[in-house]
């Protein structure tokens, strides 16, 4: 796939959904031609810190994958010209070789620990992994109820939809942006957006990077874009793209909010408080143009309790995601005391030669 920019773009490929963690590693073992390399380790052992330096010795485009839990720590890089990844395959994200060696690479970093060092806080390590484990349960509780009401809100838009003018309009808009190529049609899964523990991040500096047209929909509740979304991803295949389909963080099954064509340079992203949009020459397109607004005016009232409970949870969300990250940071503490990092070093100089990375690349 073509890229815009060379330089490092930033994705997730899992977030905390109301449906439980939703990822999309799996997702990414199955595109054509790929090499996966799987770390396992307990925390604290350096995988981040592994990736990171790959990711810098990294001579073409490469996308990091960040961690939802931690958007500070990766969870794998994608080496684009390379058609290589490595990712963190510990859970929640557990991803285990169908043919090891022969297909995926396990790059195991259990022999970098002291057991006899961590065993000597067998307790306190168990009672912390339980703790971040209640944690994070609690947090995605939170999570659900705001996603149930942030549907409500989109089936309630929906009602209100002109859904044949959302289609005449996609046709036109793809007759007059994506001519066909006779090409053949690739589709990568990541997610621009996720709930963490800073808050909700979007990478809209990642769009920037892929594309330098930008078409935004401007859709509040959600309704129109799911569909405008649907139908343009389905053109663009049809029309032989290769294509970065990014799902809704919240219910990631069920709605698209952004399509990336590098080879286009184009985007389309999806505008709403949750990831606002502000790039250089962006054409926004306003949603409610294909709504009907006195039928939807007679559900304003419940619109608006919908989006300030769903943001009051989503907050208190954020909150007992902070303590889960928090609570992780001590249980690292333990394993950083009992890892010789020196053989971590070891492990990264491996993987940069299997990777065939120059050592002396600047980032």
């Given at each position: 796939m073509d890229h815009v920019s060379s330089k490092p773009v930033?994705?997730?490929?899992?977030?905390?959904?109301?449906?439980?963690?939703?990822?999309?590693?799996?997702?990414l073992t199955a595109e054509p031609g790929i090499q996966m390399y799987l770390i396992k380790s307990g925390p604290g052992c350096g995988k981040s810190t592994l990736m990171k330096t790959l990711a810098k010795q990294a001579a073409g485009p490469v996308q990091r994958i960040h961690c939802s839990s931690d958007p500070?720590?990766?969870?794998?890089?994608?080496?684009?010209?390379?058609?290589a990844a490595i990712v963190d395959a510990t859970a929640p994200h557990t991803l285990e070789p169908a043919a090891p060696g022969a297909d995926e690479i396990v790059v195991s970093l259990y022999h970098t620990i002291d057991s006899a060092a961590l065993h000597a806080h067998r307790e306190e390590v168990k009672a912390l992994f339980a703790q971040n484990s209640l944690l994070r349960g609690r947090a995605a509780r939170y999570i659900t109820s705001a996603g149930s009401l942030l549907l409500d809100s989109r089936r309630t838009a929906g009602c209100s939809t002109n859904f044949e003018k959302v289609r005449r309009y996609v046709k036109r808009l793809c007759a007059r942006l994506l001519p066909r190529t006779g090409g053949r049609p690739a589709e990568q899964m990541r997610l621009l957006s996720a709930i963490t523990p800073k808050g909700p991040v979007f990478y809209s500096a990642t769009a920037a990077a892929l594309a330098d047209r930008f078409i935004v929909f401007r859709d509040e509740y959600g309704a129109v874009s799911r569909l405008l979304l649907e139908l343009i991803r389905a053109e663009a295949l049809a029309r032989g793209y290769e294509i970065i389909t990014c799902p809704c963080a919240i219910h990631p099954d069920e709605k698209i909010d952004h399509i990336l064509i590098p080879s286009l340079g184009l985007a389309f992203l999806t505008d709403n408080s949750w990831h606002p949009v502000a790039l250089p020459g962006q054409q926004t397109v306003r949603c409610a143009r294909f709504l009907d607004k006195e039928n939807l005016a007679a559900y304003r009232a419940r619109?608006?309790?919908n989006t300030r409970a769903a943001q009051?949870?989503?907050?208190?969300?954020?909150?007992?995601?902070?303590?889960?990250?928090?609570?992780?940071?001590?249980?690292?503490?333990?394993?950083?005391?009992?890892?010789?990092?020196?053989?971590?070093?070891?492990?990264t100089r491996q993987c940069a030669g299997l990777l065939e990375l120059d050592p002396a690349t600047p980032s």
């Open positions: 930033d994705f997730f490929l899992g977030t905390t959904t109301p449906s439980g963690f939703r990822g999309y590693f799996e997702e500070d720590s990766l969870d794998g890089v994608v080496f684009c010209g390379k058609k619109l608006r309790f009051e949870l989503i907050q208190q969300a954020v909150a007992l995601m902070a303590q889960a990250k928090a609570c992780h940071d001590e249980l690292e503490s333990y394993y950083r005391a009992a890892v010789d990092f020196s053989k971590v070093e070891q492990v």
